[in-house]
T-cell receptor, first 117, second 109 residues
């Protein structure tokens, strides 16, 4: 049963600390997405990768957020330094995007609930 | 700009039918998705429409009119477990999903 995994599931930290969230996409998927979800903003796309190359990170505050994909089995989202307004649920999703094909479902991981005090 | 509109909240009765509407304005169109998200959980895929018309899948159906920039999700024979948020998302010309804010559906006995 292939699924996207994320660690940690919950993270409580203090303002100013570094936070690293990890995601293992489904094997064979070539696209990885990072989303942030809050009650106020809904689901926001932060960044996404295709074949490990960053395609769009315009939704991400560049001064404190960074996203990388060191290999095909690992994507990371880092916040340094963290702030209380970063408190949210961060979802990773993966999918197989074939330009020739119209169907591109995204499979979501369980999310990381981040609380910055 | 790109925009997806759907109602914030809807209430329906167990056993009844409910229709959740979604209107969109995006740069390009490569399909419309509906996702279900239970409180505290991740979104899960419900349906995909790329051509005009109705797609039926059990108790759930999804309709698309590309000329009107409009879709709806129809839920029949509502069950208490259908209480969730329903997210409409459109794939634009860059194959990127543009998400609506979601419709919270409350089912009452």
């Amino acid at each position: 049963d292939a699924r996207v995994t994320q660690t940690p599931r919950d993270k409580v930290t203090e303002m100013g600390q570094e936070v690293t969230m990890r995601c293992q996409p489904i094997l064979g998927h070539n696209t990885v997405f990072w989303y942030r979800q809050t009650m106020m903003q809904g689901l926001e796309l932060l960044a996404y990768f295709r074949n490990r190359a960053p395609l769009d990170d315009s939704g991400m505050p560049k001064d404190r957020f960074s996203a990388e994909m060191p290999d095909a089995t690992l994507a990371t989202l880092k916040i340094q330094p963290s702030e209380p307004r970063d408190s949210a649920v961060y979802f990773c999703a993966s999918g197989l995007v074939l330009i020739e094909g119209p169907y591109n479902e995204q499979f979501f991981g369980p999310g990381t609930r981040l609380t910055v005090l | 700009g790109q925009n997806i509109d759907q109602p914030t909240e809807m209430t329906a009765t167990e056993g009844a039918i409910v229709q959740i509407n979604c209107t969109y304005q995006t740069s390009g169109f490569n399909g419309l998705f509906w996702y279900q998200q239970h409180a505290g959980e991740a979104p899960t895929f419900l349906s995909y429409n790329v051509l005009d018309g109705l797609e039926e899948k059990g108790r759930f159906s999804s309709f698309l009119s590309r000329s009107k920039g409009y879709s709806y999700l129809l839920l029949k024979e509502l069950q208490m477990k259908d209480s969730a948020s329903y997210l409409c998302a459109v794939m634009d010309s860059n194959y990127q999903l543009i998400w609506g804010a979601g419709t919270k559906l409350i089912i009452k006995p």
